[in-house]
């Protein structure tokens, strides 16, 4: 017998040898009896049962079990579309954006059918998952940190000074737009997310410098709906230096930085999590080194990508961790959007909770999906067109 043979070869020589045994004269069925001895491992009276048996005839397939309630060819295409205008989110996350993506969709595009709309709103997170699971992709990226070592002993390291229930505790972080190679100059992003809340604000800036670093980060605070009071980055030099840390420590309510340990990506985790969902995924990983882009990139996530995120993107927050045995187990909450954090939260006053549900009553996120992709054709035009 050829052991190295597997169980669908075993078959394919099987047919073939029985396909030629039921024609095959006496002297020729012993010589394939032989083989299929040899090649097979049979004993001389099972290859003959085996060689000779009548071809099998299929039973009609019986589908067992609970019927299919949510048909894939009926669903999918129907949610393909919205579950690409929310850039791929999870499951967890659709299921909670649903309720308010559903009806933007009929409004800006099309009227979804009764039937196939309530099964959309009642599926669950894990149906979704399973229904979308064939066209999900993955990606990689990379992480270009430039060490600051200036202020490093001045800054602490995050640790119990955070009061991470309360909005207004930043982590921030760059990411490079440089199509692989460091060489010159390019477009660098500055990312920035709230931990209590998951408010995301998001900048460009040519090269790295500090000035620049800083005055994106004056025009973040700017836009926040909520006091700054914390801000946490990583050891690179655009945050590690003397004009951030004055900035952030001369003024009436001093806000606190710190910084993580050095190697220890997991010390950002939330930042280093929208730098691909809120920066890869929309900007890619091309090169951007005509300095005209820097001035559409941030009309658009000031505008337009600002709005989709906040007020439309729902996210998960981890509640709590529970050990059984030897195994971690992370329980998440409910999915929600920044917006309605923000609203919850005791630290935005009320003034600032009526102008971002006035601002959301006149929004639609199609639209706003739609803007966002023919201002990133622009972008991609005016890239592609440097001097």
């Not at 099987?14 to 020729?28: F, I, M, N, S, V």
């Not at 399973?130 to 995050?158: A, V, W, Y």
């Not at 800036?205 to 605070?221: H, N, P, V, Y």
């Amino acid at each position: 017998m050829d052991k190295s043979m597997n169980q669908r070869t075993r078959i394919e020589v099987l047919t073939k040898l029985r396909r030629r045994y039921r024609t095959a004269g006496r002297e020729h069925k012993r010589k394939l009896l032989d083989q299929a001895q040899e090649l097979l491992g049979y004993h001389r009276k099972s290859a003959i049962r085996a060689l000779g048996a009548p071809p099998l005839e299929r039973a009609p397939w019986i589908i067992s079990g609970r019927p299919v309630s949510y048909e894939p060819n009926v669903l999918v295409p129907w949610l393909r579309p919205i579950w690409q205008a929310t850039d791929y989110a999870c499951g967890r996350r659709l299921v909670a954006m649903l309720p308010e993506w559903v009806p933007a969709y009929e409004e800006h595009e099309r009227r979804i059918p009764g039937e196939v709309r309530q099964k959309l709103l009642g599926a669950s997170a894990r149906t979704l998952d399973r229904l979308l699971e064939p066209l999900r992709c993955s990606g990689t990226g990379r992480s270009l940190t430039r060490p600051g070592t200036l202020l490093r002993h001045q800054i602490p390291i995050r640790g119990s000074v955070w009061e991470e229930g309360k909005a207004g505790w930043l982590e921030v972080d760059t990411v490079a737009l440089c199509g692989g190679s460091m060489s010159g100059e390019f477009v660098w992003m500055l990312d920035a997310v709230d931990y209590a809340t998951t408010w995301v604000e998001v900048r460009a800036i040519w090269g790295r410098g500090q000035a620049g670093t800083l005055e994106a980060l004056k025009d973040m605070e700017a836009g926040l709906p909520f006091a700054l009071l914390g801000l946490d980055s990583d050891n690179g030099g655009e945050f590690l230096n003397y004009h951030v840390l004055h900035w952030l420590q001369k003024r009436a309510r001093p806000v606190f930085m710190t910084r993580s340990r050095p190697w220890k990506k997991d010390d950002n985790a939330h930042v280093e999590q929208k730098n691909w969902t809120h920066i890869r995924q929309c900007f890619g990983y091309e090169r951007h080194d005509n300095p005209e882009v820097v001035e559409p990139i941030n009309a658009l996530v000031k505008g337009a990508y600002a709005q989709l995120l906040n007020y439309f993107h729902a996210s998960l927050k981890l509640e709590r961790k529970e050990r059984s045995g030897g195994r971690l187990k992370r329980i998440y909450g409910a999915a929600q959007t920044p917006w309605a954090r923000v609203l919850a939260s005791a630290e935005v006053t009320p003034q600032t909770k009526r102008q971002l549900q006035q601002e959301k009553a006149r929004l639609n996120p199609f639209a706003l999906k739609r803007e966002l992709d023919r201002s990133l054709k622009l972008i991609a035009a005016l890239r592609r067109s440097r001097p």
